[in-house]
Structure formats: C-alpha cells, structure tokens
C-alpha cells in the first residue's frame, strides 16, 4: 500500500508541535520530517528552541507537548516514555550527562548494548572512541568536556539508534579530537543494514558548521523564537548565516 | 586470669548493671530468659541441620566447604558449639578457654572496651559471656579468612558474647563474621562485646554481615586498639530488618600512623530501626581514618554516625555518608562529627542524604533502560563502594552478599 510506504521512508515526522516547558510555551507549531537514511542539521540563534526540539523528540518528561504530534518508523510516539523511545531506536547525545557514582562506564555502555557477554564488543568500541581507560571509571566522573563527547559517542555507538539527536557535538572539541568525534558521529549515521543499504538518520544542532565537515547533511534549518523560519541546503545557509547573520534568515519565507 | 582482676571487673559490672546506653532505645533486659541449656561441644559443622547452614551460609560463614578459611568459630546462644584452626599461626578458639591457657589473658579483657560502658556491657560480664578468641601469632598471615558465626535459637533469648581478637606484630588477620538467627518474628537479644588489639605493623580486615529479623535487638559493642603502623579495615553490611539495633565502635589509634577505615553498609526496610556509627579517636601521631557509609532506606530508619576525634600532630581523617531514601516513608538521620584538639590536623566530612536524582534516572532511561533497571542500576553503583585493600576473595563474597540482598529490595 502506498501509505505505508511513505511511512517506512520517513523515519520521523513532526507535525505542528507546540511545547511547554514549566509552562512557558517555548515551540511554536514545529513541523519537520526526516527522511530513512538522511541527516538534518539545526540552526539558530541561542535560545531559539533548538535544544527544547531536541528533548521533546526524546521524551523527557518536562518537555510538555501541548497540541501536535511525533511520529516516528510510523508509530505515534508523542506520549511515549523516554525509555520506550530509546528501544523504538532514539538515541541522544547529553551536553551534560550527569554523574553517577559507582556506575562505571563499562556498565553503561554494557546496558546500551542489552546483550550478553559483549565484553569484546564493548572494548573494540572504547578503543575506537579512544576510551578504553575510562571503562572502569565512575560514568561522566571528572570528565573533560571532549572526554564526555567521546563517552556519549561510545554509549551511542554500543545503543545504534536509528535516528541520531546531536546537540552542538563539536562544541568545546580540540582540533585532534574533532577529527575522531566526526568520524564516531559518521560510522552512527553510517550503513547499518548491510543487504538493505538502509542508514540510520540524525538531527544535528550546530552553531559553528564545523561538523558538517563529516557528515553528509542534505536539508537544513534555522530556529527561531521557538519556530523554523528557513530551511534550505545547510552549506549554504552556513554561509548565509556567516556573512549577514540570522537577519537573512529572518527573512527567508518557509513552506 | 588473676582472681582481683576478676573481681573488679564484677564489681564494676554490678555497679553498672542499671546503666542506660549513652544513646539508642533503652531495652529492658529482663523481658529476656537466659539461655543456660548444655549444648553439645565440639560438634562436626557439617552436620548442623540444612537450614542452619543456609541461614549461616548468607553471612558468609561456610560449613560445608571450609577449604577456604584459615579457621571457624560458631556460638549458638551462649555456647560455643565448635572452634578449629587450620594454618600455624593462627589461633581460634573460645575466649573461656584462652582465659585457661593464657596466663596474660587478663591484660585484653575489658581493657578495649569498659565493662561497666553501660547495661548491656554489664549483662556480658554478670552472665560470663563466651565467644571467639581469634589471634594471629607475630608475623602469621592468614592464608584464608577466619569465620565467626555467633548464632540466636532461642525464642525470647538474650545472647551474651564477648570476643577477643589479637593481631600480634607483623601479622595479617583477615576475619569472616556472621551474626544471625534462626528466629523468624519472634523476640530476641543479641548483646555482643568485642575487642581488638592490632599490634605494631599487624594488619586485620574484619568484615561482618549482620543478618537478623524483625523483632530483634541487637547491641553490640566494640573497641578496638592499634598501635604504630596499624592497620584495621573494617567492613560492614546490614541488609536486612532488625527491630532495634544500636552499635557505634570506637577505634583507637594509639599508635604513630595507626590507621582505622570503616565501610558501611546499611539498608533499613520498613520496621527497621538503625542506630549505627563509628568513632576514630587519632591520638597518634600520624594517625589516619576514613569513613565510608552508605545507608538506603526502603521504609526504616537510619541514624549514621562518624565521629573522628584528632588529638596528635599530622593526623588526618575523612568522614563520607551518603544516604538514599527510596519510597515514600522511612528516614535517614546523617550525623557526622569532627572534632580537633590541636593545630596541624586535617579532618574533614561530606554528607548527603537525598532520593535518586531524576536526572540521573532520566539518563540511564534515554538509553533504554526501564525506570525500573534504572533504578536499581543507579542504587547497585550507589552500594558499590571500592573497598582498598580487601583481598580479592573478600571483596568478591562482599559483593556477592550486597546482591544477594539486593534481589530482595526492589
Ligand atoms: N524552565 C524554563 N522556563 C522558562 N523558559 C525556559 C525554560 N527552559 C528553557 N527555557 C527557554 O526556552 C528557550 C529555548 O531554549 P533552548 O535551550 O531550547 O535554546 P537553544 O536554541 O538550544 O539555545 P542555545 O543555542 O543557547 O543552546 C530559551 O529562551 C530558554 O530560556
Ligand atoms: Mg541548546
């Protein structure tokens, strides 16, 4: 049937999504899809939105969908749990994860993997995220800012979710260690299905575009007092948005 | 024993036989019968009946493969029922018959805990307690851990106990002690005198699981004394209900870089009622401590204490408590103290009493975990605590009595 089709390539679809958090609206009618297979990027200016869009999709609780709907492989998951998400194949990257003592990294990364006696799979994922001496420390414990990046790329890689939420990945990231998280971020968004040739999709918040510089984005948008008022290709909006700032932007007519 | 000696001790003791505990409920002593049937000596442990060992088995104390302790003591009520030592150098025993054997024995009996400390103390000596006399020759190391399992079964009975441990120089002790009881809601007392004296350069990790029931009491009361380059490492675990349960040991380090680490663990379900603590006093110079408790609450009440007292140049100690209270009942009351007598020491406490933040259950949620696995992979990470200088077998069975418990929480 051809309804179901088109539902099986658009991995997530947003639909006139209005927010609240402590009761402030702070998304206004967000609608936005994501095709199987491609990745988005998020532009804006600082609290525009774009980190509130990013929860929402997760499901964390303070983030109150008040009107709109998510869909995601088809399925509505606007009331769905956090954790039901993350099964369903969502996975996101915490700017600031929290500690949790005696937690180690070994066991957070074993519980993204939910399989039995993956130990060989878990070292062979820390020595690519170079976190093979953090296994066994106490989880985001006196992590550095880029050692945390890594951390949460390495869960993300054990998790493989189908779609990718990225929130500014490269912020506050060494030149030698950009290289790293943007080819860990690339193999997330890479070819997981061998025989189908299906890849997973991502939606990236970027303010610098330096990310852009590994991943093979097509659509990008810019966020705006909580509403998308551009889309467009995002090397050139990036340009756009260099040159004469998000007043360009503001002007740009969307739909 | 020297007859004076002895009299004083008795003398004291009757003095103090109404003395109220400094802290913790008052128990009435005589709404408990004295447990004075023979019980057979020297039994064969094996042969204890099968639920015995099961209930003995969850304190760690293991009878039907003892291949890998130096050594077992078991009480039941107030007789020691069996005692034998497998490694030179490595003496086990009840303390009534160290007192025949040892003309010195006078000089460790009520010498690191006073008799007349309060009522229940007094009830030890007015009852000619038994109990394990457990001592490290100098310079034996245990291959094995020794095992300790003091045993109530009797209904409505007081248990009397009193405990010698001694590490003479250079030695390395390492002790196994289960507390428990067959008793399932009946009433019951457990009052238990321990002392320790960890001599020059000896080294005694003493790790006892307390596993008791509803309605019982429990009181027990520890000194311990170590002198210069001293080392006790003390290991605690409480996870099941207890009625009423007051203890707060006092280490003494008496000696130049004597060191004193008490681990705690404490879980309160509903009804349990937890009065538990410990006290460093560094009186040597050089001195060090560190306390580490980790006390949940599922419904019961906790009151964790630390007192570290500095009163020698160069000393140090630190004082961690960290409580969680799970559900929506239950209390836990974090009472840490510091006290400094002189310039030059460096004390020092953190405490934190609080439920599971959301955050970090929000965390291990968006990787897809239930709130459910969440929860107790945060609470498991939270009782976790690195143990330094617990011998790996140790530390594996700790570990292994801390999940046990934990299957029973959630
Ligand atoms: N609890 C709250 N109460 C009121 N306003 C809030 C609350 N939480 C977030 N906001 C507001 O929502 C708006 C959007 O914030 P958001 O973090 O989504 O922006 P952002 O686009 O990610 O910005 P940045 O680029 O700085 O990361 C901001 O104005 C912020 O102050
Ligand atoms: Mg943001």
Sequence with gaps: MDSERVDKEILLDIKDLVVSV????????????????????????????????LMTIMGFPRYKVVSGKILFKGTDITDMPVDERARLGIGIMFQRPPVVRGVKTRDMVAACLKKENGEELIAELAGKANMSDFLS???????????????????????????????????????????????????????????????????????????LNYINARTGYVMFEGKIICEGEPLDMLNTIKEKGYRECYKCLRN | MPEKLNNTNLEKA????????????????????????????NIDPSALPAEDKEIMLSTGVML??????????????????????????????????????YDWFGDYWWNAVSVDTDKYTAHV????????FIRALPGAKTVFPVQACLYLNKIGAVQDVHNIIIAEEGSELHIITGCTTSLHNEPGLHLGVSEFYIKKGAKVTFTMIHNWTPAMGVRPRTGIIIEDNGLLLNNYVIMKP????????????????????FNSILIAPPGSNMDIGSRVLLNGKGARTEMISR???TGGNIIARGYIEGNAPDVKGHLECRGLILGDAGSIHAIPELKGNLAGIDLSHEAAVGKIAEEEVEYLMARGLTRDEATSTIVRGFLNVDIEGLPPLLNAELKKAIADSEEDMF
């Design chain 2, 242 to 261: 207890v009625e009423s349960l007051q203890q707060n040991p006092t280490a003494n380090c008496i000696g130049e870089n004597a060191t004193a680490r």
């Design chain 2, 14 to 41: 009757k003095a103090a036989a109404n003395k109220n505990a400094s802290i913790g409920k008052d128990i009435e002593l005589s709404k408990y019968v004295i447990d004075s049937a023979e019980k057979p000596k």
């Design chain 1, 137 to 211: 420390r106490d989880i985001n414990h006196g992590f550095s800012g880029g050692e945390i990046k890594r951390s949460e790329l390495l869960q993300l890689s054990a998790q493989s979710p189908n779609l990718v939420l990225l929130d500014e990945p490269e912020s506050g990231v060494d030149l030698e260690n950009i290289s790293l998280i943007g080819s860990l971020i690339n193999s997330l968004l890479g070819k997981v299905h061998p025989i189908r040739e299906r890849t997973n999709s991502g939606l990236v918040i970027t303010h610098t575009g330096h990310i």
């Design chain 2, 125 to 132: 000596e007015l009852n000619n307690a038994d109990g394990y």
């Design chain 2, 64 to 101: 039907d493969d003892p291949t890998q302790r130096s050594g077992t003591f078991i009480q039941m009520g107030n007789t020691p029922v069996h005692y034998s030592q497998k490694q030179d150098g490595i003496e086990v025993m009840a303390v009534s018959k160290a007192k025949e054997k």
């Design chain 1, 22 to 53: 402590d009761n402030k609206e702070i998304l206004h009618n967000v609608s936005l899809s994501i095709p199987a297979g491609e990745t988005q990027v998020i532009f804006g200016p600082n609290g525009g939105g774009k980190t509130t869009l």
């Design chain 2, 295 to 297: 006390t949940i609450t």
